[in-house]
């Protein structure tokens, strides 16, 4: 069964060990998406140890919530929590990482490989329509699950995710939870400057959703604080889905890495590690 954990401090320490881990994890394959990556830390963190009806050990259990990662090239930072509760070593991913005949982990995650990925992604902007199918499926069949998606704010950009907020909003699906990772950075620079998605809020409460904004998603009382907001589950209940904004900072935790697009990918090099893994150690509060 896998590890659940209740406290705040709790949560803050596994999120230094998961840093730590997902650092040498990247340097070792040598290829990675770390700034993201480091960006949706806390919020996956208490998803996985917390707030998710989901065991890594039993990935197909009947009843389990649903997560997709949208934002598929962050999927190493998923890898790292599977192995941090005993599904994989770090160095049977790193044996099986984008190998020919053994590939089980890749940069985008794939669920034929890896049966604790719920989707496969890769391809931006899917994971909110199929978030939708999966939680009128869950209606359909009268099962009770929660549907949780994460989406990046770059990859707000494609048209996909406006249609499935439409649809989502319209058949007032209570069951299904949309987490937008805003850290306001994409590939090649600011989002707000390439695609401005704001205000964001108002546009998705436009939608028929409910908007819940987080000030920092790096800090993980404020994080376990909204996901504490989430509607008791009830499949057959049509209310409005929820739309959480969490604020974060790409590269969070690296002094180097923290606002800076440039780390949007590629790997690290041994003397950044060091410098990484250093600054990753000061956030460990006891």
């Known amino acids: 069964m896998s590890v659940k954990l209740q406290t705040i401090a709790e949560l803050e320490d596994k999120c230094v060990d998961i840093r730590s881990n997902l650092l040498n994890f990247i340097y070792r394959i040598g290829m990675g998406h770390l700034g993201g990556e480091l960006s949706i830390v806390e919020m996956t963190v208490a998803l996985y140890y917390k707030y998710l009806n989901y065991d890594v050990m039993d990935p197909h259990k009947e009843g389990r919530d649903r997560f997709i990662l949208s ?16 599904a994989y070593t770090q160095d049977y991913m790193v044996e099986h990482f984008e190998s020919l005949d053994t590939y089980k982990f890749g940069m985008h995650s794939n669920r ?18 199929i978030a939708v199918g999966y939680a009128l499926g869950a209606r359909y069949r009268k ?4 549907v949780i998606v994460m989406i990046g704010d770059g990859e707000f950009d494609e048209g996909t995710n406006w249609e499935a907020l439409m649809s989502g909003g319209h058949y ?17 620079g600011n989002t707000r400057q390439i695609m401005n998605i704001d205000p964001v809020a108002d546009k998705v409460r436009a939608f028929g959703w409910n908007v819940i904004e987080i000030e920092d998603g790096n800090d993980m009382a404020q994080v376990c604080a909204a996901l504490d907001q989430l509607p008791p589950l009830d499949y057959a209940k049509e209310a409005k889905p929820t739309f959480i904004i969490s604020n974060t900072i ?10 800076n697009h440039k780390w949007h990918g590629g790997g ?9 893994l250093a600054d990753v150690a000061k956030m460990r509060k006891a």
Do not use: W
């Open 71 to 86: 934002k598929g090239h962050c999927s190493e930072t998923l890898y790292t929590i599977f192995s941090d509760q005993g």
């Open 112 to 129: 034929k490989k890896c049966p604790q990925i719920e989707v496969s992604a890769g391809s931006l902007g899917h994971g909110l329509p």
């Open 143 to 146: 099962e009770n699950y929660r």
């Open 172 to 188: 007032k699906l209570n069951n299904l939870v949309c987490i937008l990772d805003k850290n306001q950075l994409q590939m090649t």
């Open 250 to 259: 790409k590269g969070k935790g690296v002094s180097f890495m923290e606002g």
């Open 268 to 276: 690290i090099g041994e003397e950044d590690l060091k410098i990484a």
